[in-house]
């Protein structure tokens, strides 16, 4: 009995420890002030490997912070700091899609989800901005520039970094 224990304790601790690690990582990428598609492409693959390794309930959560982070760290800029909730939801799509169609193959999974992800935001920062009048002049084009095509690429190259990361360490 006693080793039953040890090995459930040696586990718990291994998926606390890889969550801290996801997470860290994830708040992490923006404070580097890289490019968005380095930035953006860490915390997807994060996200993905969570899915896979945490479950996707550990990886919505992982997916909830690094957007608040940024904003409150001053990393994303103030014009932008309205789409965070928009961030957090379309992490949580690319999550979720990821994980419902992940049964039929990696790469359709990937695909959908980042056609999901990308989607959202898109449509949403483009009815916020229609609707709300939050974003306006020289922000809105910077929210759409940043919430179109960059999020397609940021997620397809998460799902690809992802997929190195998962194959070398065989959890695939």
Request: aromatic share 6%; hydrophobic share 60%.
């Amino acid at each position: 009995m006693a080793a039953v224990e040890t090995i459930s304790l040696r586990h718990s601790v291994a998926v606390s420890n890889l969550f801290v690690l996801l997470l860290g990582v994830s708040l992490l990428a923006p404070l580097l002030r890289l490019p968005q598609l380095v930035t953006g492409s860490i915390v997807n693959a994060a996200l993905l490997v969570a899915a896979v390794v945490l479950g996707p309930r550990a990886a919505i959560s992982i997916g909830l912070l690094p957007s608040l982070f940024a904003a409150v760290s001053g990393q994303l800029p103030p014009p932008l700091v309205p789409l965070v909730p928009l961030i957090v939801v379309g992490n949580a799509l690319f999550v979720m899609v990821f994980h419902l169609v992940r049964r039929r193959g990696w790469w359709l999974a990937v695909a959908a989800a980042s056609v999901v992800k990308s989607g959202w935001l898109l449509g949403a920062t483009t009815l916020l901005i229609i609707t709300t009048g939050l974003l306006a002049g020289p922000a809105a084009g910077v929210a759409l520039g940043v919430m179109g095509w960059p999020q397609l690429v940021t997620a397809i190259c998460g799902g690809t970094i992802a997929f190195a990361v998962l194959r070398s360490s065989r959890q695939r």
